[in-house]
Nanobody, 125 residues
Framework: QVQLVESGGGLVQAGGSLRLSCAASGRAFSSYAMGWFRQVPGKEREFVEAITRSGDTTYYADSVKGRFTISRDNAKNTVYLQMNSLKPEDTAVYYC??????????????????WGQGTQVTVSS
């Protein structure tokens, strides 16, 4: 069992930056691959980025390529999402998630075992 708590969301102007954090407690953090997803009302949860247990490999959605960066600090039990050059279409609730299996698809929400409560990111034009 692991508990996830996101922070760092807020309101930012287009072109600005935010860094989201996701703090984990419970079972060994380094046992989990981690992902960030986002969701807007009426739409399915969308994959943003993911990172392997060791942090040596990352995966990202084309929509955030070159703008967002995922990282993790296993000593601090925290995963981060650095978001630069934000656009209004990045507005969403952002969720972090933990995945036990290292073999399942990182981009599919149902493959994740634990989820945080989400943090709102709003980008104004």
């Amino acid at each position: 069992q692991v508990q996830l708590v996101e922070s760092g969301g807020g309101l930012v102007q287009a072109g600005g930056s935010l860094r989201l954090s996701c703090a984990a407690s419970g079972r060994a953090f380094s046992s989990y691959a981690m992902g960030w997803f986002r969701q807007v009302p009426g739409k399915e949860r969308e994959f943003v980025e993911a990172i392997t247990r060791s942090g040596d490999t990352t995966y990202y959605a084309d929509s955030v390529k070159g703008r967002f960066t995922i990282s993790r600090d296993n000593a601090k039990n925290t995963v981060y999402l650095q978001m630069n050059s934000l656009k209004p279409e990045d507005t969403a609730v952002y969720y972090c998630a933990a995945k036990i299996s290292s073999s399942s698809d990182y981009a599919i929400p149902k493959n994740y075992n634990y989820w945080g409560q989400g943090t709102q990111v709003t980008v104004s034009s």
